[in-house]
């Protein structure tokens, strides 16, 4: 299998394609909202110093482990597991992303059918009400939601068949500098509005007085999730590295410094246009599709901003959207033999069929809820608070206490530059990482707050 396994083209290719799984929806309105609203500055501060401690050594170990596996989750953790418990680690990594990727899909359904909207210049969302009522009548049609979802779901399709280099490689070499690009420009114009610096003040300005406990455990989970531990889009890009020359410190170092960057930049994008126009900052979904869409609606040429707004979205999600795609994809080929072509429209109908209950939980089954939780929000809540985080609970357990940390430094350095794994390390390894994904897990299950 290994002699013939799809490798990147360079080591740029593989920075960019992860950096595309990890850089999606929650950059662009979860991390600017919780910045905003945890002490600004002081919690910027914090979640880097988080990015550093515990998600680069995470995301390392979990690239490192793919690497060594040189096969997908399920081939790759039954090779380096054997019969012990850890091999379910690959099973909760793929359950994560199927999961994940049953609800994400209709989200870029929505992303799209309002970037259509405003092209075709039928957007006329004229205050947060009006956008408000807007989407909830969209939403609440399963069929107009699936049938923006299908063609969005297709193009990542078309993406993935053409393989690693010719698809994800060359898609997130295009992809990503544009997705940078406008989050630049877009922050540079929405700077431009009277009353924006009021905005930037609040993002950024640090109130040490704001942060507390659950600060700390909010910048935690942010960059537990930003980063993408835990859904082995990292585990399956690792295993298509060449065993020895690849520098994986330095590449995940990299990757989360870029997925840092433009969660930052797009705050940049949001609050200084939300706080010129008086409007105040919401969480969520809503953020986008409410606040943003009424925000548009205050423009002049607000229908080409919004263009131009739900184009840069709809980048931002389709990368991740293809990481995930490939995650699932490459899956199915190491653990089933099957070919690439095989595989991926039978993961991409296995995804539709589930995102259909899902759809229906917004219009006609919205009645029916499970704990409390619609069965969109279900899906949110299984995939995040109990398969992903266990499962990055269990790639740190299993990094220590099976593997070793002196094999998992050896193992990592190889092909690594100037930035490696020392026996600093040791200590975080065994110790904070380890606690750290534990208290994300417990706060997720509800049990921490």
Known sequence: MNATRERWGSPLGFILATTGFSVGLGNIWRFPYLAGENGG?????????????????????????????????????????????????????????????SYYQLIMGWIAAYFVRAFRGGYDAGSVQAAAESFAAFTARPGEVLAYT????????????????????RAARLLMPILFFFLIGLGIVSLQFDGAWEGVRWYLAPDFSAIGPETWLAALGQAFYSIGVGMMGAFVFGSFLHPRRSDIPGS????????????????????????????????????????????????????????????????????????LLEAL?????????????????????????????????GGPWAAVQLGGRGLF?????????????????????????AWGFERFRAETNQGAGRFRITAAWGPVMRFVVPVAVALVVLAGLGLLS
């Open 150 to 169: 299908v063609p969005v779901m297709l193009l990542a399709g078309l993406i993935i068949t053409r393989g690693l280099r010719r698809g994800i490689e």
């Open 377 to 401: 929000e279900l899906a949110d809540y299984v995939s995040g608070n109990i398969f992903l985080t266990v499962s990055g609970l269990a790639i740190s357990l299993y990094v220590v206490f």
């Open 252 to 323: 995940a170092a990299s990757i989360v410094a870029f997925d840092t960057l433009a969660a930052v930049l797009a705050g940049f994008v949001m609050f200084p246009a939300l706080f010129a126009f008086g409007m105040e900052p919401d969480q969520g979904a809503g953020l986008l599709f409410i606040t943003m869409a009424g925000l548009f609606g205050r423009l002049p040429a607000g229908e080409v901003a919004a263009a131009f707004f739900f184009f840069f979205v709809f980048i931002a999600g389709l990368t991740s959207c293809l990481a």
């Open 41 to 101: 500055g002081a919690f910027l501060l914090i979640y880097v110093l988080l990015a550093v401690l515990i998600g680069i050594p995470l995301f390392t170990a979990e690239i490192s482990l793919g690497r060594r596996a040189q096969a997908t989750p399920l081939a790759g953790m039954r090779k380096l597991a054997g019969r012990s418990p850890f091999r379910a680690i690959g099973w909760l990594g793929v359950g994560a992303a199927f999961l994940i990727m």
């Open 329 to 361: 994809t490459a899956s199915a080929m190491d653990s089933l033999g099957w070919s690439r072509r095989r595989s991926l429209w039978t993961a991409l109908a296995a995804l539709l069929l589930a995102g259909v209950p899902l759809a229906l939980g």
